[in-house]
């Protein structure tokens, strides 16, 4: 599976973005998705994860997926600062749940999240 990410830029903090991730290939329902997200300097941390069969973790941003459109989606409210990185989005066929990289089989190349004070 080939992984788009997409949606990122710039917003002032408190705003609001929503960054898409659309998977080429077959049986997209059957993947479970994640979010990362690396700032300079840091290390890869999870965001979110949604299973396969839908299940997704709860936070301060929340994930979603659309089967029909084979896309997972990650709505960021409230924006802080320091949630500004670079976010990939990530596959793993019948994961249900996937908080480290090695979980992830696939990613997406990435989309700067910038958050200006």
């Known amino acids: 599976v080939q992984l788009q990410a997409s949606g990122g830029g710039l917003v002032q903090a408190g705003g609001s973005l929503r960054l898409s991730c659309a998977a080429s290939?077959?049986?997209?329902?059957?993947?479970?998705m994640g979010w990362f997200r690396q700032a300079p300097g840091k290390e890869r941390e999870f965001v979110a994860c949604?299973?396969w069969t839908g299940v997704s973790t709860t936070g301060r941003f929340t994930i979603s997926r659309d089967n029909a459109k084979n896309t997972v989606y990650l709505q960021m409210n409230s924006l802080k600062p320091e949630d500004t990185a670079v976010y990939y989005c990530?596959?793993?066929?019948?994961?249900?749940?996937?908080?480290?990289?090695?979980?992830?089989?696939?990613w997406g190349q990435g989309t700067l999240v910038t958050v200006s004070s």
């Open positions: 949604i299973s």
């Open positions: 290939g077959r049986a997209f329902s059957t993947y479970g």
């Open positions: 990530a596959a793993r066929q019948w994961s249900r749940s996937g908080r480290t990289p090695g979980e992830y089989d696939y």
